[in-house]
């Protein structure tokens, strides 16, 4: 009998999940996902502001890999393992994984999706933690900092930003009993959410911030941002903007500066696999690497021009999967159409939105609330993994 050949999916989270779910289904006799994650549970980073603010919500962010696929599939999760390196048909771990009853660090693969996502500051993505009780305990310790904290300071008015001062107002300025929080948030654009929304949209989310009463301070940016300055600062500090004025603050929440995390295919194939400033993997319309067949980049981590979000990560993984099965089979690769409007729903605490449908259409806070602030899609995120929340 010949050796099962390996279908590797690097990243276990939107994409990754997505991508090895399609897999799963659709690759023929002979062939078999590995699914590597460095975390050993997944990550959703939908919920990840609530779980900054409300306490329990830590519960919601992080999921078990091991339902993924049944115990007797052959398919597998290797969660804990971050890889290091791609060589031409293997991925080197930074770790020895049991597979096929032998310690290994090396698993060679057929083909190979990197579904790597985004580096951020915690909150929004995770470092490298040890387990699931440390990353809970991290997320505590923030609730802690936002409790303890009087004047916080929100940089940037994207969806990260506007979500967060919803979490906190909700939370603390709109609870009976619970100490009030001064809060500015500043936006060096002078539109809320994104560049490209339509001016409704982003009044309704201007309007949202300044009737829970967020000072919003757009068009302007504050100097010499220090990504350590986030969380709790210690003390009150000074903030400069760039026309002079300042802002006072004890907690800094920096809502900008998420890359495309291709840092492993750089070490792997050269600065010229990805794209400046943006370090987005470029890939063909068919998602595979601009210069490996066998390799296709899905999500966050690659250039498709489309707005990032988990919402498109489902399409692009069916497309990643059928034409690998495409290149099994001998059979013609499709074209990746990218969703090249703004669709977007950014949640305000869990009773309010703002974002924006097709055809430019606002969203109304009670479909808002329905589609995402109520559950910031921690169950749906669950539910890809054969799993349920805690
Ligand atoms: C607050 C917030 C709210 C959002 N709301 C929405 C929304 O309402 N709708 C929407 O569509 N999108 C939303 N998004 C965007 C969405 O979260 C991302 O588009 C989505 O997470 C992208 O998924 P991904 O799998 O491509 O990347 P990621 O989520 O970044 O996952 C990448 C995974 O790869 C793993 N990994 C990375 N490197 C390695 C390695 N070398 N070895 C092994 N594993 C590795 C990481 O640990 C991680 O698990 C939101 C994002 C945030 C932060």
């Not at 023929?28 to 900054?52: D, S």
């Not at 770790?95 to 996502?117: C, H, M, N, Q």
């Not at 809970?136 to 979500?163: C, N, R, T, W, Y």
């Amino acid at each position: 009998m010949s050796e099962i050949k390996n279908v590797v999916v690097i990243g276990l989270s939107y994409s990754g999940v997505s991508t090895a779910n399609e897999l799963a289904k659709k690759l023929p006799a002979g062939y078999r996902v590995l699914a590597i994650e460095r975390n050993e549970y997944a990550f959703n980073p939908v919920p990840a502001l609530r779980a900054a603010v409300v306490p329990g919500w830590e519960d919601k962010v992080m999921i078990k890999t091991d339902k993924l696929f049944p115990a007797n599939s052959a398919h597998k999760t290797l969660v804990g393992a971050t890889v290091t390196k791609i060589d031409q048909n293997s991925v080197i771990l930074d770790r020895e994984v049991e597979l096929d009853g032998k310690a290994t660090s090396s698993i060679p693969f057929s083909y190979l999706a990197v579904a790597t996502g985004s580096v951020g500051h915690f909150p929004i993505r995770v470092p490298d933690y040890q387990g699931p009780e440390d990353a809970k305990k991290a997320f505590q310790k923030l609730q802690g900092e936002v409790k303890d904290s009087k004047k916080l300071l929100i940089i940037g008015g994207g969806p990260v930003g506007f979500e967060f001062a919803g979490e906190v107002t909700e939370y603390y300025n709109g609870s009976k009993g619970k100490d009030k929080k001064e809060i500015t948030l500043v936006n060096a654009t002078p539109r809320l959410l994104h560049i490209d929304v339509k001016d409704g949209v982003h009044r309704k989310a201007l309007s949202a911030l300044q009737k829970s009463g967020v000072n919003v301070i757009l068009g302007h940016f504050v100097n010499d941002i220090d990504p350590t300055h986030n969380g709790a600062l210690g003390k009150t500090q000074t903030f400069t903007l760039d026309d002079g004025k300042t802002v006072e603050a004890d907690f800094v929440l920096i809502g900008i500066g998420s890359k495309a995390n291709s840092s492993l295919v750089v070490e792997s194939f050269g600065q010229d696999a990805i794209e400046t400033p943006t370090q987005q993997i470029k890939v063909r319309n068919t998602l595979q690497l601009e210069s490996q067949d066998n390799i296709f980049a899905v999500g966050d981590c690659n250039n498709v021009k489309e707005n990032k979000q988990a919402a498109w990560t489902g399409k692009q993984a069916t497309a990643a999967a059928d034409n690998i099965v495409a290149l099994i089979t001998n059979s013609t690769l499709k074209e990746y159409g990218p969703q090249s409007t703004i669709i977007m729903v950014a949640s305000y605490g869990t009773k309010d939105a703002a974002g924006q449908l097709p055809f430019g259409f606002g969203v109304p806070s009670w479909l808002g609330t329905r589609l995402k602030s109520k559950g910031l899609f921690a169950d749906k995120f669950a539910e890809s993994f054969n799993t349920t929340l805690i």
